[in-house]
């Protein structure tokens, strides 16, 4: 009976690291995917990871019994807290409903049902270009996806009147995907006088926005600053929706660990639009896993730990700043064509190099250098050991 199947392609971005794991040159290198490595280039487990993990093997009070579908209250709280800020009003006014969810992704899934059963607006406006799995998880959540302007190839910066005429053209209601620092795959984010015309534009039409926050803190190194165009969106009182993944600024990738925030207009409301929340995740997957949600909630309730993980992100994310000014003088120095000030420019995990995907295709295979075919390099997986290897790459494939 499944004799008619055929072969799927390899998801764009994870397919990379197929194709890396296959190449046998002891010179590979692989740029493509968005995790954290350490100047050795080895994955890192935070140490206050490592920390909360030893707390909870020794609370011997912890059960492993299924969590509520809403996931865990003390993290769900933290959460919303951090994203929104200590001292956010509409947390105190109980406007704010949080659900832990399956990392970013799982968040914007459930996001993304919740607003195709409930929203009287099915059409989402999702920036171009975006992270590859956007447009899928919003078109299976039953969401006609669109595309606004965002990134300008020309300046190799953001396309902010492009982007101001597509939003202002969107039907009045339209739901709007922002990243909300460190856009992937550009690294390109609005300056705070941009976002603050953005947030008037989108209220004067009454565009929903939708943030993805999937890179607190790993954009500046500080949770605040990262943090700053969802807090402008929720100080006007009007609703937003914020999907968080801990999968980079905690390295949790693989515990699967998110939460969705939807803040409403009043408490009454949120209470309703959380009940109904429940009714979307329960036939998905019931209830969320305890053990990732239980290390975030360990790190965010205590300050010492709190305080450690701050300075902890911070060294990944200078580490990524330091990466950006190595390749850059490296580019200068070889005098390799072009003007590449856009890689100190952008900002967060990746730049988006602009080499074509010829170009890309050729460091493939006569470098080793793996990436995704937009010309996206993970600065996470560069060191200074490999920057002058992808200099010679990059010199090689510009003056072909
Ligand atoms: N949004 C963006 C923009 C991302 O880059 C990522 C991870 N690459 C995610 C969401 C979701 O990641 P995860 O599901 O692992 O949290």
Known sequence: VFSHIVRAPEDPILGVTVAYNKDTSPVKLNLGVGAYRTEEGKPLVLNVVRQAEQLLVNDRSRIKEYLPITGLADFNKLSAKLILGADSPAIQENRVTTVQCLSGTGSLRVGGEFLAQHYHQRTIYIPQPTWGNHTKIFALAGLSVKSYRYYDPATRGLHFQGLLEDLGS???????????????????????????????????????????????????????????????????????????????????????????????????????????????????????????????????????????????????????????????????????????????????????????????????????????????????????????????????????
Not at 228 to 235: I, N, P
Not at 326 to 332: E, H, I, P, S
Not at 349 to 369: D, R
Not at 373 to 388: F, K, N, W, Y
Request: charged content about 20%; some cysteine; proline content about 4%.
């Open 170 to 400: 969107a039907p009045s209601g339209a739901i709007v995907l922002l990243h909300a620092c460190a856009h992937n795959p550009t690294g390109v984010d609005p300056t705070k006088d941009q976002w603050e015309q953005i947030r008037r534009l989108m209220r004067s039409k009454g565009l929903l926005p939708f943030f993805d926050s999937a890179y607190q803190g790993f954009a500046s190194g500080s949770l605040d600053t990262d943090a700053q165009s969802v807090r402008m969106f929720v100080a006007d009182g009007g609703e937003v929706l914020v999907a968080q993944s801990y999968a980079k600024n905690m390295g949790l990738y693989g515990e699967r660990v998110g939460a969705l925030s939807i803040v409403c207009r009043n408490a009454d409301v949120t209470s309703r639009v959380e009940s109904q929340l429940k009714l979307v995740i329960r036939p998905m997957y019931s209830n969320p896993p305890i053990h990732g949600a239980s290390i975030v909630a360990t790190i965010l309730k205590d300050r010492n730990l709190y305080h450690e993980w701050t300075l902890e992100l911070k060294a990944m994310a200078d580490r990524i700043i330091r990466m950006r000014q190595q390749l850059f003088d490296a580019l200068r120095a070889k005098g390799t064509p072009g003007d590449w000030s856009h890689i100190i420019k952008q900002i967060g995990m990746f730049t988006f190099t602009g080499l074509n995907k010829e170009q890309v295709a050729f460091m493939t295979k006569e470098y080793h250098i793996y990436m995704t075919s937009d010309g996206r390099i993970s600065m996470a997986g560069l060191s200074s050991r490999t920057v002058p290897h992808l200099t010679d790459a990059i010199h090689a494939a510009v003056t072909r």
